[in-house]
């Protein structure tokens, strides 16, 4: 028997979270319309991020749950071979580029879109074959601070990529920043904004500019161009990229796409006085029955939950006592008489608190729980 974890992908609550953002930005169209025409005419495109292996979900599972999304965004090279081989037909965008000039042929067979951020780059595609033109997004760096040129660089970057356009090496040509705070309310939000277009100065290729915080909360940055490519990561995996809850007026309903559950392996009844686990970082106060299930930091469950970190067993709320070891945690069943060896516990995700909850709980961040999930972990697709 292997041992009773698992993490349940749902590729349908994935596909849920993409309507929800399109919805979001069609109710925003609508609303600009009323006051600017020329909003009707511009497209909205989604660009659904899997870096990471899909944020943990596994790519494959990704490219399944986010059929209906208008282009995937990765990092790795390899994982745009991957989509390709599993059938994705639509876009593909390189958000950090190519690495070396031999991945520019995979691009080119691939018909991959590349961000270009750097001289380099820009280098290597000049020396490369010009076998297919490839689709560029030129990457401005508008206060991030780690990949991209200067607004002041802009005009004399884009003037070489369009040679290299004459010179058949790149066929359309768009511009892309990626946000340092929109999850913030930060007076360097807009100003950020107001860089790439002033840097792009109404040049009429596509533009990128949101990840998940800008298109909950600035959606109105894509309407620019004529062709605005959203790029979502964590909100279309039901995580949060605030530090708060998603507040009501963003009015979007995200299902978690990933549940993280295990068992009870064995109970222990502690009398008052007695601790639990390492360190005894939990002692009772009273007679109380602990759980101890089948998951620990090596599965990717946060050695530093506190005390009290919400868990679902058996549908019913409890909480985590005692420290999280490699293999194992201990769950609180004090008021669970009916619970025991063989109790399901749901450590987050749908039918149990939210990883971004247990993220809070651990001074981490959603993020990283779910991309910190570790192989041991069989993923099973749940529909
Ligand atoms: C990771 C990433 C995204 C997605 O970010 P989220 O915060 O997960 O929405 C968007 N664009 C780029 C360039 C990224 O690297």
């Not at 006051?35 to 009707?40: E, F, G, H, P």
């Not at 390899?78 to 059938?87: K, S």
């Amino acid at each position: 028997m292997p041992r009773p974890i698992q993490a349940l992908i749902s590729p349908s609550a994935m596909s849920h979270n993409v309507e929800q953002v399109r919805a979001r930005i069609q109710r925003t169209q609508q609303h600009l319309s009323k006051s600017n025409q020329a909003v009707q005419q511009t497209q909205q495109f989604i660009c659904a991020v899997i870096k990471a292996n899909a944020y943990g979900h596994g790519t494959l599972n990704a490219i399944k749950g986010f059929a209906q999304a208008d282009a995937l965004g990765m990092i790795d090279v390899e994982d745009l071979v991957r989509c390709r081989e599993a059938g994705w037909r639509k876009s593909l965008l390189l958000l950090e580029g190519f690495f070396d000039a031999s991945d520019i042929p995979v691009l080119q067979e691939h018909r991959v879109t590349t961000a270009i951020h750097s001289d380099e780059q820009i280098a290597m595609l000049a020396h490369a074959k010009a076998a297919m033109p490839i689709d560029v997004f030129l990457k401005i760096n508008t206060g991030m601070n780690r990949l991209g040129f200067l607004p002041e660089q802009a005009a004399e970057k884009l003037a070489q990529l369009e040679d290299l356009q004459k010179a058949g090496k790149i066929a359309r040509i768009g511009h892309m920043m990626h946000f340092a705070n929109a999850d913030l309310d930060a007076p360097y939000v807009q100003a950020a904004y107001q860089q790439i277009l002033q840097a792009r100065a109404h040049y009429p290729g596509p533009l990128s500019i949101c990840n998940s915080a800008a298109s909950l909360r600035y959606p109105q940055f894509a309407f620019d161009a004529q062709e605005n490519w959203l790029r979502p990561g964590i909100c279309l995996y039901g995580s949060t990229p605030f530090n708060t809850e998603l507040a009501d007026d963003l009015v979007v309903n995200l299902k978690p796409t990933m549940s993280l559950q295990a068992k009870v392996l064995a109970v222990q009844t502690l009398k008052a006085g007695d601790s639990v686990g390492y360190g005894s970082a939990y002692t009772a106060e009273r007679e109380t029955r602990i759980g101890v299930v089948a998951c620990g930091y090596a599965d990717g469950y946060p050695r530093s939950a506190k005390n009290g970190t919400p868990v679902s067993i058996d549908g019913q709320r409890s909480q985590l006592l005692g420290r999280v070891s490699m293999d194992m945690l201990t769950v609180d069943l004090t008021h669970l008489p009916q619970a025991g060896v063989g109790s399901t516990v749901v450590l987050w995700g749908e039918g149990g608190p939210s990883i971004d909850t247990v993220a809070d709980c651990s001074g981490r961040i959603g993020y990283e729980l779910m991309c910190g999930l570790t192989k041991r972990v069989p993923q099973v697709i749940v529909e």
